[in-house]
């Protein structure tokens, strides 16, 4: 831990951080959450004089979100024919292209801010937006509010754990549990959510 915190103020740390956040929304799989905590707890472990770092790891984390999320969103709106039959294929992605376009037809997109804490949820709902071509003006204010969300509360998760715990592996491993269990209770709160059905 020691190792990475003097590097926190690198900037390749940022640019990894960025690329990891960037890229899972198509390979759910890569732990930038992970990543994004462990840059908080070491950068924690400094003075007052880094907390502009944990800022910065902020916004790192909350660009390369919402530009992960427009990338796969354009893809989607691009993917033509052969998408829509992927997505027919699935019903969790039918469902979730379903609950979303409900949710911005009334305006609102708490199922975008919701689904970026949940697994894979960022990617459901960000490919059933443009697979739906739905506007961008409906949905990316929705994404910057989601990656903001997620990218506080992990790096203030990985900062205050430091704050508690001390910078140790330890302290990395609980907010990374809690991490995790706010996904969990995204994830269920996303599977109660009723899909609509239309009026014939």
Known sequence: MESFGSLIGSPWVYAV?????????????????????????????GTATDVPGILGLTLCAATASVLGDLV????????????DRAIARSRRLTGAQERLGAALARGGGGLVVLARFAPAGRSL??????????????????SALAGLSWAAYSVALGYLGAQWLGA????????????FGAGSAAAYLM???PVPVEAS
């Open 17 to 45: 951080v960025a690329l990891s956040v960037l890229l899972d929304v198509f390979l759910p799989m890569l732990p930038s959450g992970v990543l994004v905590i462990a840059a908080a707890t070491a950068a924690a472990a």
């Open 72 to 83: 796969a969103y354009r893809l989607a709106w691009r993917g033509g024919d052969r998408l």
């Open 125 to 142: 709902v960000s490919l059933g937006a443009g697979a739906a071509r739905r506007r961008a003006r409906d949905f990316l204010p929705w």
């Open 168 to 179: 140790t592996w330890i302290a990395t491993a609980v907010s990374v549990g809690a991490l």
């Open 191 to 193: 599977r109660r959510r």
